[in-house]
């Protein structure tokens, strides 16, 4: 599941596991940059995805994207720039020097920025050609604002951005959901009832599971080769290496007041007054 150099390898995650794909770990560790790299270096039209209209909006700007990094590490080849279509949708454009070496953008779009905020504002988008969502950071820091039935806009997301395409004979759009440990009680987790399924896998150690009858797989990195490395830098000499922050950043380690701490007890005594997604 790791490369030479201890990050991600997509090639390995994309080919083993599900339509719809989990993945939360440390900081760091190549989430987004391998998504990003590996839809490039495959030529698949892709949606990036954040949760909200202004974290978008800050992305659009070249220095801030996603692809910058990819740039910087791999150089022009993999260079690629924004264009606004319309309030709510940013099309992605491989990209060119010209004569004063600006990039430039070449060619068809190659993929879409969208907000999950503002996503159900879209109207007539047609992402048909679109074989791969990177849904990025979908689990919110706890000073960000909840969305509103943030569950059900991601699943009429995907319902808006696959078209029925599996009834005219096409395979589903591939979606990876990547994001740091947060929250282990977020709203997709909810949505999906996997918190249960997670609290078991951390409980077991198990890093990959396969759920085939959902079309639907889950990853929980705990400690990777680049979090071993990066937990003898500066920052995490300073937050200490039991702070939650460096359990989080380093190891997948959800945050502690979401975790649900369970036993079990005879019912015959309680009466159920409260349920909270499968809980």
């Keep these: 599941m790791f490369d030479n150099n201890g990050y991600l390898d997509f090639d390995y995650i994309y080919n083993h596991t599900l339509t719809y794909t989990f993945i939360t770990g440390g900081r760091g ?14 030529n698949i039209k892709f949606i990036f995805m ?24 791999l150089g ?40 999950l905020s503002t996503v159900a504002n879209i109207r007539g988008f047609d992402a048909s050609d679109v074989d791969c969502m990177i849904y990025d950071e979908f689990i919110g820091e706890a000073h960000e604002h909840p969305i509103k039935e943030e569950g059900q806009r991601f699943l009429n997301c995907i319902e808006t951005c696959s078209r029925n395409r599996e009834l005219k004979g096409r395979p589903p759009m591939k979606v990876l959901m990547l994001s740091n440990s947060n929250m282990l009680a977020n709203p997709l987790f909810i949505e999906l009832k996997l918190v249960t399924e997670c609290e078991h896998m951390l409980n077991k150690g198990q890093t990959l599971k396969n759920l085939p009858q959902r079309d639907l797989s889950i990853i929980l990195l705990n400690t990777t080769p680049i979090s071993v490395k990066k937990a003898q830098t500066s920052l995490y000499r300073l937050a200490g290496r039991d702070s939650s922050f460096s359990r989080m950043a380093l190891d997948n380690e959800f945050t502690k007041e979401e975790m649900l701490d369970i036993k079990s007890l005879s019912l015959k005594e309680y009466k159920p007054v409260l349920s909270v997604g499968e809980k």
Excluded: E, W
């Excluded at 560790?29 to 495959?42: N, R, S």
């Excluded at 949760?51 to 910058?68: C, E, G, H, L, S």
């Design 50 to 73: 954040r949760r909200t209209q202004t974290q978008v909006d800050m992305i659009k700007n070249d220095d801030m994207n996603p692809f910058k990094a990819l740039i910087d590490v």
């Design 29 to 42: 560790i190549g989430k987004t940059f391998g998504a990003l790299k590996y839809v490039l270096d495959h």
């Design 76 to 115: 022009d080849d993999y260079a690629v720039v924004t264009k606004r279509l319309n309030k709510n949708i940013t099309s992605c454009y491989r990209a060119r020097r010209d004569a004063d070496g600006i990039l430039q953008p070449a060619g068809k779009p190659i993929g879409y920025l969208l907000a």
